[in-house]
């Protein structure tokens, strides 16, 4: 089982399991079928979106509170507020060799299954943030593969 592990706000935080999902798209751009426009990413990136990945955990497996939460998955309450000040983490994904600047853009919490057999999941999706010229760039870079 994979631990996806980033730092936020000075705490190392390790996800303890993504028991349902872990997925990491790269979707290329064509630039003769999608021209580009003034929506674009924080810079002009031609050759390709903005990765994603999807991580789905079992909230029910593993320890899930930092020192001082109260609720499970609670640090990830506190990304989605301090996005204004802390836009990105380092995402460490060791089962791609990556490392990737991400912002999280979602986290969804879910009760599954009836009241007797009920199973708490989680489903955080995360958007790179990045910021370099392309040009100069390299996708071993980018991606941080190792």
Known sequence: MTKVSFVFD???VTIPNTADELELTIKGRNVFLEPPGIAGAHTQ????????LTIGCDLDMGDWTRAGDVIDGEV???MIHKL??????AVTVPEFHAVM???LQ?????LVGGSRQAHRSLR???????AKDPATDTYLTRFGIT
């Open 45 to 52: 990136q031609l050759g390709s979106e903005l990765a994603t």
């Open 101 to 103: 600047n991400m912002t």
């Open 76 to 78: 990830f309450f506190e």
């Open 10 to 12: 000075g705490d190392t």
């Open 84 to 89: 204004p000040t802390i836009p990105y983490v």
């Open 124 to 130: 955080l999706e995360f958007i790179e943030y990045y």
């Open 106 to 110: 979602s986290a969804t919490f879910r």
